[in-house]
């Protein structure tokens, strides 16, 4: 079963802040976030790891909450080039497959 | 530093054709190698992973099928499309083991007629 997005859409102003939440039903190894732009690939942002270990770009944040199995991403400050498309995926082992979110959709307005 | 091609970049074909798909990546050895579907406005479906030569796994029965003939070739092919094939698929590999991102190819925007 896939993770769960939350919201579906975010709108927002330059400048300001937001935050997306995954949730899994299942026990996770890994959370991963990536961002996709309308006609390209997904870009990877965050992996966030069961034990505490992350690794990501600097300028984004995340968490991982491993009791609740639920993951967010928080966008601070921020700008025009954080519009996109955000995925969660959930790792559940350590080979590597992921099951991704439906994703949630940002748009960030001047 | 790696990077990972795929082609063709986009692809027209009548129900009931074969398909081939290419995948490759340069600059990296032994990579898993995963071949996704995205439908349009949708998330993405893993449909095969591969952590070796000649090892694959399926995760959605379809009549899609894949190979990887060589370390860092991954080969997507159908013997007949359905119209549900169309979408825009995705070729993304990674260093062994969960513990680390995945790096998509530019992707192949597929349409059946």
């Known amino acids: 079963q896939q993770p769960v997005q939350s919201p579906q859409a975010v709108i927002l102003r330059e400048g300001e802040d937001a935050v997306i939440n995954c949730s899994s039903s299942?026990?996770?190894?890994?959370v991963h976030w990536y961002r996709q732009k309308h006609g390209e690939a997904p870009v990877f942002l965050m992996i966030?790891?069961?034990?505490?270990e992350q690794k990501g770009h600097e300028k984004i944040s995340a968490s991982f909450n491993e009791k609740k199995q639920q993951s967010s991403l928080y966008l601070t400050a921020s700008q025009l080039s954080y519009s996109g498309t955000y995925f969660c995926?959930?790792?559940?082992?350590?080979?590597?497959?992921?099951?991704f979110g439906a994703g949630t959709q940002v748009v960030v307005t001047p | 530093s790696q990077t990972i091609h795929q082609w063709p970049a986009t692809l027209v074909q009548p129900v009931g054709s074969p398909l081939s798909l290419e995948c490759t990546v340069e600059?990296?050895?032994?990579?898993?190698l995963y071949w996704y579907r995205q439908a349009a406005g949708r998330g993405l479906q893993l449909l095969f992973y591969?952590?070796?030569?000649?090892?694959i796994s399926s995760e959605v029965p379809q009549n899609l099928s894949a190979s990887r003939p060589q370390d860092r070739q991954f080969i997507l092919s159908s013997k007949k499309l359905l119209l549900s094939d169309s979408g825009f698929y995705l070729c993304?590999?990674?260093?062994?083991?969960?513990?680390?991102?995945?790096?998509f190819g530019p992707g192949t925007r597929l349409t059946v007629l």
């Open positions: 299942k026990a996770l190894y890994s």
């Open positions: 966030l790891l069961k034990g505490g």
């Open positions: 600059g990296t050895s032994n990579p898993n």
């Open positions: 591969s952590v070796g030569i000649g090892q």
């Open positions: 995926g959930q790792g559940t082992d350590s080979w590597g497959k992921l099951q």
């Open positions: 993304a590999w990674s260093l062994t083991s969960g513990r680390n991102e995945q790096f």
